[in-house]
């Protein structure tokens, strides 16, 4: 009976290793973010939609290209504007001229890792089209159903809510991102070390190795399946989530969705760390961005300028953890 | 009673107790006139107490005179000093009401007031009394007194127009 | 509360001001001294002595005063109601009594009174929390903070307003909110509404031969593989389009600003609502902000929103200072509706900056003369006329340029204001929502 258990063991350190490696690849690329770094990974290995939220200019597109690189993955990239069509995500049947015969001419979306970006720049309908690609992971088009690429991984990015032109995505439609989470600034260290990066590589691109396969990518992500989750554990995830529907603050609390989000994501940081079990810390560390972005604040909340951030956090301080140790 | 009340009523007290002692002690033939100057200036008291812009000048002019009356009789000029002194409280205890205006003015800054007003007059009364002393232990010609009062009146000239105007 | 905190800081220098002792002090101790001269009576100096010795130690530092101050409010939008704890930091060289007080509070109470007053004894520097309580909505000022700094002993005192205290949106509480913003006669307009943008929509209508200019993208190659000819797509034009209503009242604290807010207000929530209801997206643009949109489902949170917006234009002049507006830019395309007194200068050069570039642009004077007090003296009634004619003036520079333009009623109603936009529109061969 042990030979399993030290099969799976053996699995899972191979996987934390490979982890480890695809971080120090995109750090590469990406200076002083190893904390989003590590938060996007465990998104992308709990198999979920990654939504950055921030301004312009914080290597957004550069983190989800270095991912898509290191992890081995196809990767495409879609810019919403006002005036991008459902088809113009998804593909639509064109007339092959030659042969007069209409043909399937698949979209961006047709990729294993895919940065839609500026997502809220869109109108809900195109938005629509997309998240349901994103909870389907298939393509409905003329009556045919296209099954996406697996591994079928989006990182989207949102400017801030009030920016020009923007089309808020509906909380609904939030609730298939398995986490949410924003980049920031670097810090003036950091700033000075890409600048030095820079000068010395001569080039604006930085050049990243595969560290893996998608076929390996795909492996760790199932690999997650063999992090035990002790039973107090999960009904603290459950609590964690009844708590944001009973707040005050909030109108409308996290979703069943929001439960298997934290001991999806909390999984893949116990991985993260070396462990095939999950902690309590680990479910406390992706409370935050895994239910933020599924909860509404009440009005009176909002007006006075508390965030779901501060909500969810509020929540994790008070709700009581199992003894662990 | 309030504190602002309070140290008004004691700052009247005091220039009124300084002018009727004064007037008690001394033995000047213009007693009435005397009289009237100390009765004007506790008068006049009361607008410096409560009027703007706050000015103690008027009041003080008017109480010295039946103080300066007592240097006309060998025996009575030990009393200038401690009532110049009281005169001194009677204006402090003006001022310290003055600060007491306003809904949060705590008694314990009436007391700290008061309490400095008490070593100021401490100290006043220390000098005052001591210099009488030496007018009378010290033969002074009236000339020297005069040069004395000529270098403290430079002395003190060239500190009290120092600070900058209002 | 988690709400950001806003702070302001200073550095003052404090000047000295006798006090009203210092001239009587010194005229004693002259005159009497004077006297001792002038008689010859040594025996009169002692009278002189407290006063002299007053004056030595009253004027030993006369020199101005450096302050630094800062004052931090740990929230900066509150709700009617709430409470916001605050930090009043002073420092200065030498140890001084102080007594602080801020003042001429509007809207804002410290406990239960509208000031504050701080005394400390001989100190160097001074801190004090204190909390507020948000009693009106408005956009209000923490008021004036004025510090009098005395030395012990002294005849001095330095004493000098430091700053305007930063200033606070206070937002109304839910049941203000619905009074303030949904008053019934605002209904009469909903239901009349017609689209705003022309244009490709998303809603398939028909399919029609290729014609040369059509976009090979609406090509739909399904039917142009059966009909072996190109066939492309029509689709219905969009229902819904961007409106923005372009927001322009401050609250200074006079009757005259907070009845312009209230109007503006109200205005701009029956047009929000009755563009929200034909399915178009509203946006908000208080002048100096970007555009904020809507909820699509209105409530509360929309009605939030247009109050922050709205309270979030006067910063400036709430909190006494002048700084030039940024340029505000909204989407090309949408109708923008400017509800504004047109008392600025500034609004009318944007609104006409709208214009010139070709922006859809109708505009609601929110003219407030007609609710306030007669003129009652001859300078007011000319003030007045003088006013009425630069308004009337400003009103047809904007119709020369095709801006339709209506006052807002008194009472709020929009049924007007509504068919008087769309008349006027009509002449300017335009549509309006």
Redesign the interface.
């Given at each position: 009976m042990n030979h399993p258990h030290e099969s799976n063991s053996a699995v899972l350190v191979e996987t934390a290793d490979a982890a480890r490696r695809i971080l120090a690849e995109v750090e590469k690329a990406v200076v002083g973010k190893r904390e989003v770094l590590e938060l996007v990974l465990v998104g992308l290995l709990a198999d979920g939609h990654v939504l950055l939220d921030d301004v312009p200019g914080v290597a957004k597109t550069l983190m989800a290209r270095s991912f898509a690189t290191a992890a081995g993955l196809g990767f495409s990239r879609v810019q919403f504007t006002p005036d991008v069509l459902p088809a113009d995500i998804t593909g639509a049947t064109v007339l092959d001229l030659a042969t007069n015969e209409p043909v399937w001419r698949q979209g961006p979306i047709f990729a294993q890792l895919v940065l839609a970006d500026e997502v809220n720049r869109a109108p809900a309908k195109t938005q629509s089209a997309l998240l349901e690609a994103m909870q389907e992971r298939q393509v409905t088009a003329d009556g045919v159903t296209r099954p996406l690429p697996s591994p079928f991984l989006v990182i989207a990015t949102q400017n801030p809510i009030e920016s020009e032109g923007t089309y808020p995505l509906p909380e609904a439609q939030l609730d298939r991102f398995v986490l949410r989470t924003t980049v920031g600034y670097p810090s003036a260290t950091d700033e000075g070390e890409i600048l030095a990066r820079r000068i010395e590589r001569r080039q604006d691109e930085v050049a990243l190795e595969p560290v893996v396969t998608a076929h390996d990518f795909r492996r760790m992500q199932q690999s997650l399946e063999d992090v035990h989750v002790e039973v107090s554990l999960q009904g603290y995830a459950v609590d964690l989530v009844t708590a944001t529907r009973d707040d005050g603050q909030l109108e409308v609390g996290a979703s069943p969705r929001g439960s298997l989000a934290l001991i999806k994501l909390a999984r893949a940081r116990a991985l993260l760390s070396g462990r095939d079990f999950v902690s309590p810390d680990d479910l406390r560390t992706v409370a935050v961005p895994a239910l933020a972005h599924r909860v509404v604040l009440r009005a009176e909340a909002w007006a006075r300028q508390v965030s779901a951030e501060e909500v969810v956090g509020r929540i994790v301080d008070t709700v009581a953890a199992p003894s662990w140790s | 009673m309030t504190l602002r009340h309070a140290l008004a009523a004691a700052s009247v007290s005091a220039l009124a107790g300084a002018v009727l002692i004064a007037l008690a002690a001394g033995t000047s033939p213009h007693r009435v006139w005397l009289g009237i100057s100390g009765l004007l200036g506790v008068a006049l008291t009361f607008p410096?107490l409560v009027t703007d812009?706050?000015?103690?000048?008027p009041?003080?002019?008017f109480c010295?005179p039946p103080?300066?009356a007592l240097?006309g009789d060998?025996g009575t000029?030990w009393l200038?000093?401690p009532?110049?002194?009281l005169?001194?409280v009677g204006?402090?205890l003006g001022?310290a009401s003055?600060e007491a205006e306003?809904?949060?003015?705590?008694r314990g800054?009436g007391v700290?007031r008061t309490r400095?007003i008490g070593q100021?007059?401490a100290?006043?009364?220390v000098?005052?009394?001591a210099?009488?002393f030496a007018?009378r232990l010290v033969w002074?010609e009236?000339?020297?007194?005069?040069v004395?009062?000529?270098g403290?009146?430079a002395g003190?000239?060239g500190?009290?127009f120092?600070?900058?105007?209002? | 509360m988690s709400a950001p905190a806003i702070e302001r800081s200073t550095t003052t220098t404090l000047t000295p001001a006798r006090d009203g002792r210092l001239v009587a002090y010194t005229v004693v101790t002259f005159g009497v001294l004077a006297a001792a001269l002038l008689m010859g009576e040594a025996a009169l100096v002692p009278l002189a002595i407290p006063f002299a010795l007053a004056l030595a130690l009253g004027l030993r530092r006369t020199a101005p005063v450096e302050v630094t101050a800062r004052v931090t409010l740990f929230a900066d939008q509150v709700l009617e109601g709430d409470e916001v704890e605050g930090l009043l930091e002073m420092s200065w060289s030498g140890d001084f009594d102080a007594h602080a007080v801020i003042h001429r509070l509007r809207g804002i109470t410290i406990g239960a009174r509208t000031d504050f007053d701080e005394r400390v004894d001989a100190i160097e520097r001074l801190e004090v929390p204190f909390r507020i309580t948000a009693a009106q909505w408005g956009r209000h000022s923490l008021g004036e903070i004025w510090l009098r700094l005395t030395l012990p002993f002294g005849l001095v005192s330095w004493t000098g307003r430091l700053m305007v205290g930063p200033s606070l949106r206070v937002l109304p509480g839910a049941e203000r909110l619905n009074r303030l913003l949904s008053p019934d006669r605002s209904r009469t307009a909903w239901g009349v509404h017609g689209s705003t943008r022309l244009g490709d929509g998303h809603d398939f209508a028909e399919l029609r031969p290729y014609v040369p200019g059509d976009r090979v993208r609406d090509l739909n190659w399904a039917a142009t593989g059966r009909h072996r000819r190109p066939i492309v797509n029509r689709h219905h034009p969009e229902v819904s389009g961007d409106v923005v209503i372009a927001l322009d009242a401050r609250d200074d604290g006079s009757e005259l600003a907070r009845r312009i807010l209230t109007r503006t207000a109200r205005t701009a929530w029956a047009l929000a609502t009755m563009h929200m209801r034909a399915n178009d997206r509203v946006g908000l643009v208080g002048l100096g902000r970007s555009t904020r949109w809507l909820p699509p489902a209105g409530g509360r949170l929309a009605k939030y929103m247009l109050m922050e917006t709205l309270l979030g234009i006067g910063g400036e002049a709430a909190d006494g200072v002048t700084t030039s507006r940024r340029q505000v830019d909204v989407p090309a395309g949408a109708l923008i509706i400017g509800l504004t007194p047109l008392h600025d200068d500034d609004t009318l050069l944007t609104l006409l900056r709208w214009r010139a570039r070709g922006r859809s642009l109708a505009v609601i004077v929110i003219d407030p003369d007609d609710a306030t007090a007669p003129a009652a003296t001859p300078s007011e009634r000319l003030a007045a006329r003088l006013w009425g004619l630069e308004l009337d003036a400003r009103i047809a520079a904007l119709r020369r340029r095709g801006v339709a333009v209506v006052r807002a009623p008194v009472d709020g109603s929009m049924g007007p204001v509504i068919s008087g936009l769309r008349r006027a529109r009509q002449r300017s061969g335009r549509r309006v929502g």
């Open positions: - | 410096s812009p706050r000015d103690l000048l009041a003080l002019v010295v103080v300066i240097a060998p000029t200038i000093g009532l110049a002194v005169l001194l204006a402090e001022a003055w306003g809904k949060r003015a705590s800054a700290q400095r100021l007059a100290l006043s009364l000098g005052a009394v210099v009488t007018a002074l009236s000339t020297v007194a005069v004395v009062a000529a403290a009146l003190l000239a500190v009290t120092t600070p900058a105007k209002r | -």
